[in-house]
């Protein structure tokens, strides 16, 4: 195990370098950086030069756009991202490892309450279509998911705001809190929480369809094999076939896929929290991308890299819990 721990770890060393290196010249190649964006009107009106813009270029880091000046920066930023500095952020002015630190944990709080409220729904709802296949439950479940799946997620997003928010009023629109109050302590959680409600069922929404169908798709590979139909010959009653036996064997790619899910947690749903003005990591990175911050783009896009890489390692560790059959070596 140990020797397994060591030889993925220095795997994922060239992997997290191959793919700063790939990230770093995506970015260094957008039509216009952050300079661009925030001179263009000046430069129209002749309050700024070509050269001023050039000189401020210079200033943060970005003005040669060449083979070789894109070559040099890249390593100027490798040395100090070893070192734990990822720079300062463009667009908020502050070190890229304290905003993203600051605004992580409210995107990790929706995302791990969805995240729980998804398992708890669709693995029983795996389990329930693939011992009734083909039978009424089966498929209202797969109708509900493919919906699920299907639906866009700022639509969906767009439908419950209007449904609960503007025609109801049982739900606060937008945002993370009243702003017409000054609340603290509990009433303070409770209108987070108030104000939560509507991103957290959307994100459970689309999520649900995936795992419930891989779940139903493994549970019934595994009800037609040998040892369930030996099983019941011996006469175990329904539940200890399917909960003992054949569910602990549809785990394996289970634990494949909620591995990969981790990024998720810490990563933010973008796209969720711009529509809902939530001010997570996600419509934080979103506005600083649009903007070409450079800094903020590299750290937050290493931040998900490593959380995809140790996602990978804890799920194969969890391969051999799960399963005793499996040894990693």
Request: proline content about 3%; cysteine-free; overall charge positive.
């Given at each position: ?64 756009n060449s083979f070789g000046g894109i070559i040099k920066s890249y390593g100027q930023w490798l040395s100090k991202a070893v070192r734990g500095d990822f720079g300062v952020s463009f667009v908020y002015g502050r070190p890229v490892k304290d905003v993203i630190s600051k605004y992580m944990w409210i995107s990790f709080g929706i995302s791990l ?13 795996g389990i329930i279509a693939a011992t009734k296949q083909y039978g009424v439950v089966d498929y209202a479940v797969t109708i509900l998911a493919m919906m699920g799946i299907s639906l866009p997620t700022f639509f969906l997003a767009a439908l419950l705001m209007r449904v609960f928010s503007i025609q109801l009023g049982w739900f606060p629109l ?156």
């Amino acid at each position: 195990m140990f020797k397994y721990l060591l030889k993925r770890l220095a795997i994922s060393v060239f992997i997290l370098f191959g793919v700063s290196i790939l990230i770093y010249f995506i970015v260094r190649m957008m039509p216009a950086d952050y300079i661009d964006q925030h001179t263009s009107a000046q430069v129209a009106q002749g309050q700024l030069t070509k050269e001023d813009v050039q000189r401020m270029k210079e200033l943060y880091g970005i003005g040669d756009n060449s083979f070789g000046g894109i070559i040099k920066s890249y390593g100027q930023w490798l040395s100090k991202a070893v070192r734990g500095d990822f720079g300062v952020s463009f667009v908020y002015g502050r070190p890229v490892k304290d905003v993203i630190s600051k605004y992580m944990w409210i995107s990790f709080g929706i995302s791990l309450v969805g995240m729980i409220l998804n398992i708890l729904i669709s693995i029983p709802l795996g389990i329930i279509a693939a011992t009734k296949q083909y039978g009424v439950v089966d498929y209202a479940v797969t109708i509900l998911a493919m919906m699920g799946i299907s639906l866009p997620t700022f639509f969906l997003a767009a439908l419950l705001m209007r449904v609960f928010s503007i025609q109801l009023g049982w739900f606060p629109l937008q945002g993370l809190s009243d702003a017409t109050q000054i609340l603290t302590g509990f009433r303070r959680v409770l209108d987070n929480i108030h104000h939560l409600i509507l991103p957290m069922v959307t994100l459970v929404i689309l999520s649900i369809g995936s795992l419930m169908r891989y779940t139903r798709t493994n549970m019934l590979e595994v009800l037609n094999s040998d040892y369930i139909r030996t099983a019941r010959a011996k006469g175990l009653s329904e539940k200890v076939v399917i909960y003992k036996h054949a569910f602990r064997n549809t785990l394996i790619p289970i634990v494949t896929m909620l591995g990969g899910s981790i990024p998720g947690l810490f990563g933010g749903a973008m796209i969720t929290e711009t529509v809902f003005a939530i001010p997570g990591i996600g419509s934080t990175s979103y506005k600083a991308m649009l903007q070409g911050d450079i800094p903020f783009v590299m750290g937050y896009m290493m931040f998900l890299a490593v959380l995809t890489v140790l996602g990978t390692i804890l799920a194969d560790i969890s391969y051999a819990i799960v399963d005793p059959r499996v040894k990693l070596q």
